[in-house]
């Protein structure tokens, strides 16, 4: 099934994001050469299987904002999860992105 490669695909590049950094849903989708599939990143990270461990948390919006309904626990859930991890908030309770955003280096970039 072509969707569940994906997800699986999509379940490999967040398990690399490093505690303390996030990335995007289209960031995810572009780096699975799919950039217009941000919100098919979000259905797989909504519908993770909880025994994989991965680190859906650190998965956000472009403009730093929390996943809406966040799957696992609610926005502030995710919000203490990642802060915990020592990701920066502004005042206006968005990420710092230009902080926080996880850079993967291109040599190990997925093709």
Known sequence: MKG???FNRVYEIVSQIPEG??????????M?????AARIVGEAMRRTPEYLDIPC????SKDGTMA???AFGGEGKQ???LEKEGVIF???GC???QRCLWRKPIMERDE
């Open 4 to 6: 569940s490669n994906f």
């Open 21 to 30: 950094k996030v990335a995007t849903y289209g960031q995810i989708a572009a």
């Open 32 to 36: 699975l050469g799919s950039p217009r």
């Open 57 to 60: 948390h650190r998965v956000i």
């Open 68 to 70: 809406p309904g966040y």
């Open 79 to 81: 919000r203490e999860m």
């Open 90 to 92: 502004k005042e206006n």
């Open 95 to 97: 990420v710092d992105m």
